[in-house]
């Protein structure tokens, strides 16, 4: 079983930056495959972003593609999201999650463990 606590949102202008962190317990972390998904207020969950258990591909919704970045340093059981040129419609809680499947997936319900979220507000 592996925990999972996001960092790093807050409030930020539109056209600014972020980068969230989700920090994983235990000692198997590179076992996972490691997705980041979002949910605005009144919207259903969306993927935003996955990355592979050795970091070496990464995969991305077209609403964040060359805007987000997504690594990992299993060293520090660690997954990064890096946000860039942030809009108004970024604005959600956002999530990260890990999943045993050996092929990423885009679809939440194949995630196993998430972790509790954190809010990103950007403001127009």
């Known amino acids: 079983q592996v925990q999972l606590v996001e960092s790093g949102g807050g409030l930020v202008q539109a056209g600014g930056s972020l980068r969230l962190s989700c920090a994983a317990s235990?000692?198997?972390?590179?076992?996972?495959?490691m997705g980041w998904f979002r949910q605005a207020p009144g919207k259903e969950r969306e993927f935003v972003g996955a990355i592979t258990r050795s970091g070496g591909n990464t995969y991305y919704a077209d609403s964040v593609k060359g805007r987000f970045t997504i690594s990992r340093d299993n060293a520090k059981n660690t997954v990064y999201l890096q946000m860039n040129s942030l809009k108004p419609e970024d604005t959600a809680v956002y999530y990260c999650a890990a999943t045993t499947r050996i092929i990423t997936t885009m679809v939440g319900r194949d995630y196993d463990y998430w972790g509790q979220g954190t809010q990103v507000t950007v403001s127009s």
């Open positions: 235990g000692r198997t972390f590179s076992r996972y495959a």
